[in-house]
């Protein structure tokens, strides 16, 4: 661990504790939400939920290993020799990356058999896709690094393959304001994303030391916050769309079976 | 930190207890009561509950910061050399200052597109206000906190020029008891916010020292009890009246209120 000045250690001690304080929000606000959707859409939000409490509860162990790695000696920090536990991040998203596919799957609301296989092939590959990554993330060598690198490429690329083609036509058929949404939502998750390879690639550039150490961590809450908290703010805005198509819907059924009701 | 007597010491520490109970109490008032108002305003009931669990998070952290910022040397506190994090403040306001300006927007039940709208642009006005004022309260010079100072002034100033000139119309047309109900909360907003710049100015004043640094703590824990506790409770009055003009109109109308209902 590189030596931090008092305002770089803060920097990423306070992104800690924002990112851990925007969790136990987005959960509260999960949990309360849920009945603000349709019976069907629920689903979504309870995952939505798992997702930050996961996430929350890792924070939470981060920000402590964060404080326990470092001494304040004069006004610097310094390593106090207790390692800084990383290896919480790749744990969280071993839980929470497959939930979070899940949770595209389930605001959907494609039939029981579409849903059950898309849930499936997207969990594992999500689960793949961290699992492989993982060997590379504490390997000491590049190539090493490499390779595992672009095995866990293969199934991101699967994933992205699944949500922009094969679930295009289930996308176009969503109703009203709710499409552009998923579109939205599933832009965010490529754009979120996106970001953790490329932390991923930081050692290729050869540039340790303290400025990489803070942006690495601040860079990773940002986007764990906008791909866990933010993306389910969207989920919930799906939800909360189609439940209001669903009720004009419904209405509309309505107002058609009254000449019927009135034939009695 | 400057030196405390043991007086002074506990008077924060207290005041920083009595701020954390406020919160509790209010976070389980706030999810059980959702219940007792129609189902349109539960959203602003939800974000009041998200509001005081944050800003509870918070002063349990500052609490604790507080104590291990000092120790106690015969019958005086003096510093441990443990930094005060008073950064605590910053991240609680980014989160919740948005949240409380949604909540009166939730409230007032406008269409969804007058919603999204006025929620997006006073939301980022608020994150902007508390993002451009925290450069200047970590400065070392007046000058410095002068220019971020007034840049955060200027989104508040739009703020309240949304709440006082352009949804004026808008809080006219609430039904009886709310159209009162509402136009004292604006005015317990505006003096509740308006307690925080007067703290960042403290500064000028020179008077650093035991005293101010009391002041200054206690004051920040009752702003923070009156502008989100007291706030929260003034909104659920506001549901709780709305709530029961549209049981009023309902009863006249019941075919209008048969969407409302369902709703549950």
Chains 1, 2 share one sequence.
């Not at 304080?21 to 959960?27: E, K, N, V």
């Not at 890792?58 to 610097?76: C, P, Q």
């Not at 109703?175 to 290729?204: D, H, Q």
Request: proline share 3%; charged share 15%; with cysteine.
């Amino acid at each position: 661990m590189p030596e931090l000045t008092t305002s770089q250690y803060d920097l990423v001690y306070n992104t800690f504790s924002f990112v851990f304080a925007a969790m136990l929000g987005s959960f509260i606000f999960f949990v309360l939400a849920r009945q603000q959707v349709a019976a069907r859409y629920r689903g979504a939000l309870i995952m939505s939920a798992l997702v930050v409490a996961i996430a929350g509860y890792h924070y939470f162990r981060i920000f402590e290993s964060w404080s326990a790695a470092y001494e304040l000696v004069g006004d610097t920090y310094v390593a106090s020799g207790t390692p800084f536990n990383d290896a919480y991040r790749y744990v969280d998203w071993l839980l929470t990356v497959p939930l979070l596919v899940a949770e595209l799957v389930a605001v959907l609301a494609l039939s029981r058999r579409q849903s059950t296989s898309l849930t499936l092939r997207l969990g594992i590959a999500a689960a793949l896709m961290v699992a492989l990554g993982y060997p590379g993330e504490v390997a000491d060598d590049n190539m090493t690094r490499n390779i595992w690198g672009i095995a866990g490429t293969i199934p991101f690329l699967y994933i992205l393959w699944v949500l922009f083609r094969e679930l295009g036509a289930a996308i176009d058929r969503q109703p009203g304001e709710a499409k552009a949404l998923v579109r939205n939502t599933r832009l965010l998750l490529l754009a979120t994303w996106g970001f953790y390879p490329l932390v991923y690639m930081v050692p290729y550039l050869d540039i340790a030391g303290a400025t990489t150490t803070v942006a690495v961590q601040v860079g990773y809450g940002i986007a764990d916050v906008l791909a866990k908290c933010g993306y389910g703010l969207m989920i919930y805005a799906i939800a909360r769309a189609k439940t209001e198509a669903d009720q004009q819907a419904g209405e509309g059924l309505v107002a058609e079976a009254v000449p019927v009701a009135s034939m009695d």
